[in-house]
């Protein structure tokens, strides 16, 4: 059921430079300008946030917790700049857990990885807004135990497409043998969870998933699409992609940067029929939450398997449908097709076209 939107809160008073100790799960967590506004459309201050996910902790931490966690930053507000950062922070409390992930890039960082509400909100201070856990658990690294379905509505395409195209990704899993958690992404999309046994490798994962998002696109080709290249593409993208190494997704109960401050809210889906992404906010999710619980508390309960999927991923191979693109930061992957939009290939192929330059080095950030 949706919930009233809510009116503006009360900001918090505070003095420059003020402090505000949270106690929570037997820890304190030091609330640094607990006034300072994140969300001036809408007012919502650090310490909203704080509270926010102190409510819903057990919820989000269901979708993110015990999981290496991407921090992004949003220091000066949803007006302001923010960044992405990979490294836990060196000045933390020994309380926060972290662990060492290794990047397709070769490189490696800690990140930290939330076990309670007290990480939650210390989380929240650095001002947090998103939680972005990878798909695996602290304790392996290498075996995802949850497929993402992204559902990425190109410009024009109405929420009630994007709801239909939910639908038919929760038959076509159900027709897999697995179970999808259905969630609103917070903006215009959907993301749809599924909880897997952790026996398949990151490229398996991937490879699950692609094959999930032909399927769809094959069922309803006017309404999904799995092409990569934003030329090609119609309807409701199914971002297969998101489920490569590295990536990461705003996680269940995520507050997500939007004037109103939307958050990613988990539904069952005889919700999703009626849902409306402007119902589910930092303000609103609380009553919600107290009212109904979880509606993702079980998720954990049936683990799936991928056996299926991965059936009809070497069936489209031996029907000449071999990879799809990767992101342009991985290394090139054996059969996959060349990475540049079909209309430039175009070009390239063409005996008229003009000789290509070098392209200059890129500057390692």
């Not at 009116?7 to 030091?30: N, Q």
């Not at 991937?206 to 999904?224: D, Q, W, Y």
Request: glycine share 6%; proline share 10%; charged share 30%.
């Amino acid at each position: 059921m949706a919930t009233k939107r809510s009116t503006r809160p009360a900001r918090v008073p505070a003095a420059k430079g003020a402090k505000e100790l949270v106690k929570v799960d037997g820890h304190e967590v030091a609330v640094s300008n607990p006034g300072k506004v994140l969300f001036p459309e809408a007012g919502y201050s650090k310490l909203d946030l704080v509270r926010y996910y102190m409510v819903v902790a057990e919820g989000a931490l269901r979708g993110a917790g015990g999981r290496p966690n991407m921090l992004v930053r949003y220091p000066d507000g949803v007006g302001g700049e923010f960044f992405y950062q990979k490294r836990a922070p060196a000045s933390r409390p020994s309380w926060v857990e972290v662990v060492t992930l290794r990047f397709p890039s070769g490189r490696s960082a800690e990140e930290v990885v939330p076990r309670d509400a007290a990480a939650l909100a210390w989380m929240a201070n650095l001002a947090c807004l998103e939680l972005h856990p990878h798909p695996v658990r602290a304790e392996d690294l290498d075996h995802p135990d949850e497929l993402r379905v992204d559902l990425d509505p190109v410009p024009g395409v109405k929420w009630s497409q994007v709801r239909q195209v939910a639908r038919v990704v929760e038959a076509t899993l159900a027709d897999f043998g697995l179970a999808g958690w259905p969630k609103t992404s917070g903006k215009r999309g959907m993301h749809v969870a599924v909880r897997i046994a952790r026996k398949w490798t990151f490229d398996e994962v991937r490879r699950a998933a692609l094959a999930l998002a032909r399927e769809v696109e094959r069922r309803v080709p006017k309404l999904a699409t799995s092409k990569w290249w934003k030329e090609e593409r119609q309807g409701v993208f199914i971002d297969y992609n998101q489920n490569a190494k590295d990536r990461t997704v705003a996680s269940a109960y995520s507050v997500r940067p939007t004037d109103d401050a939307r958050v990613s809210a988990p539904l069952a889906w005889d919700e999703v029929d009626a849902c409306d992404p402007r119902d589910f906010t930092l303000a609103t999710m609380p009553s919600r939450y107290q009212r109904i619980g979880d509606a993702h508390a079980h998720i954990d309960d049936h683990p799936g398997s991928l056996v299926g999927l991965l059936e009809l991923s070497a069936r489209h191979a031996r029907d000449g449908m071999k990879d799809a693109p990767w992101p342009p930061q991985y290394a090139k992957a054996p059969e996959e097709p060349p990475r540049a939009p079909p209309s430039r290939r175009r070009i390239s192929a063409s005996p008229s076209a003009p000789p290509r330059r070098p392209s200059p080095a890129r500057k390692r950030s």
